[in-house]
């Protein structure tokens, strides 16, 4: 059981908009700690998609978006593509160790 | 342009050891801290251990605590993962990950392409 949870798969068709949650707990999201988010396509190392909880690196599409609000954060992705499909990870700490979210699969139909 | 180019995985039998290597290009090494995340194929993303960016201060995942030493030399902008008491299921693809910034609390904006670790008798 992970410290921060997500759900296995979700899934939209193209131009669709989908949320992924990302839930813990007061010591790591609910606490001073930020929530990255990164994306793992097939094959490939994750890449950097949000960090600090809201903000996208240079590059990253202002389709996703992210926020954080007490024990959770949630990732969004308006305007759905194809090539959107992958694995999306949140991660952020508790008592300065550093944890992932399970994985999320998202499914462009 | 920014790379990191992880080596030294292969086959290491239980109890055994092994020496990871993550070679930085490109960047300021001494300026960022360093993780290392590992991957079971088709599974989620584990994190195991975390430097700063002076190398005084480390962090361990309790699966590895005890057993993993992670270190760096910023003469040779190099990050290393000594790896002992080897288990089974230390079985994984290893990646490198530099931070945006001193301290692991930061993003981790570039990886390497990871290199894999297998323990088996």
């Known amino acids: 059981q992970s410290v921060l949870t997500q759900p296995p798969s979700v899934s939209g068709a193209p131009g669709q908009t989908i949320t992924i949650a990302c839930t813990g707990s007061r010591s790591n999201i609910g606490s001073v700690y930020d929530v990255h988010w990164y994306r793992q396509l097939p094959g490939s190392a994750p890449k950097l998609l949000i960090y600090g909880n809201t903000d996208r690196p240079s590059g990253v599409p202002d389709r996703f978006s992210a926020s954080k609000s007490g024990t959770s954060a949630s990732l969004t992705i308006t305007g759905l593509q194809a090539d959107d499909e992958a694995v999306y990870f949140c991660q952020s700490y508790d008592t300065s160790l550093m944890f992932f979210g399970g994985g999320t699969k998202l499914t462009v139909l | 342009e920014v790379q990191l180019l992880e080596s030294g995985g292969g086959l290491g039998q239980p109890g055994g050891s092994l020496r990871l290597s993550c070679e930085l290009s490109g960047f300021t090494f001494n300026n960022f801290a360093m993780t290392w995340v590992r991957q079971v194929p088709g599974k989620g993303l584990e994190w195991v251990s975390s430097?700063?960016?002076?190398?005084?201060?480390?962090y361990y995942a309790d699966s590895v605590k005890g057993r993993f030493t992670i270190s760096r030399d910023n003469s040779r902008n190099t990050l290393y993962l000594q790896m002992n008491s080897l288990r089974v299921e230390d079985t994984a693809l290893y990646y490198c990950a530099k931070h945006q910034e001193i301290l692991h609390y930061y993003a981790m904006d570039v990886w390497g392409q990871g290199t894999t670790v297998t323990v088996s008798s």
């Open positions: 430097i700063s960016s002076s190398g005084t201060t480390t």
